[in-house]
């Protein structure tokens, strides 16, 4: 596993900023960004995460409701939220003992509108894999 340190997105304020991946071909600093937080994405238990996180009343969860869904210490459970944290996908906030995670929607606002298909164009047939063309 790498050791190397992600850069936290998103939080520059520059909302709306890029064109979409169907609009445009990346330049590679954007490609490069969207990669580290689609890596960041990629672990099935870091998704589950940002899931219970996302979609909790309130719109934050304390580590200690999270901890207990997985058979994993709470080490490796805080490992992967500090990766979500890096990828600038939630924040967290120390109250005492505990730490208190929520969505960062700005995140996830851009990485949808990253993949959405342009307004006003018509979306592309999909051919179904293993479908003779």
């Known amino acids: 596993m790498s050791k190397?340190?992600?850069?936290?997105?998103?939080?520059?304020g520059a909302e709306?900023?890029?064109?979409?991946?169907l609009d445009a071909p990346l330049d590679e600093d954007r490609a490069t960004d969207l990669a580290k937080v689609f890596k960041a994405l990629g672990d099935p238990v870091r998704l589950r995460l940002l899931s219970m996180i996302a979609s909790?009343?309130?719109?934050?969860?304390?580590?200690?409701?999270?901890?207990?869904?997985?058979?994993?210490?709470q080490p490796t459970i805080s490992h992967?939220?500090?990766?979500?944290?890096?990828?600038?996908l939630i924040d967290s906030e120390r109250r005492g003992t505990?730490?208190?995670?929520?969505?960062?929607?700005q995140m996830?606002?851009?990485l949808a509108a990253a993949l959405t298909h342009p307004a006003g164009q018509p979306t592309p047939a999909a051919t179904p894999a293993g479908a003779a063309s």
């Open 16 to 21: 709306g900023c890029c064109p979409s991946l």
């Open 56 to 73: 909790r009343a309130g719109g934050e969860v304390c580590v200690c409701d999270l901890t207990p869904a997985f058979d994993l210490s």
């Open 98 to 105: 505990w730490v208190y995670y929520r969505l960062l929607p």
């Open 108 to 110: 996830t606002d851009r």
């Open 80 to 88: 992967h939220l500090k990766l979500l944290k890096q990828a600038g």
């Open 4 to 12: 190397q340190e992600l850069v936290v997105l998103g939080q520059d």
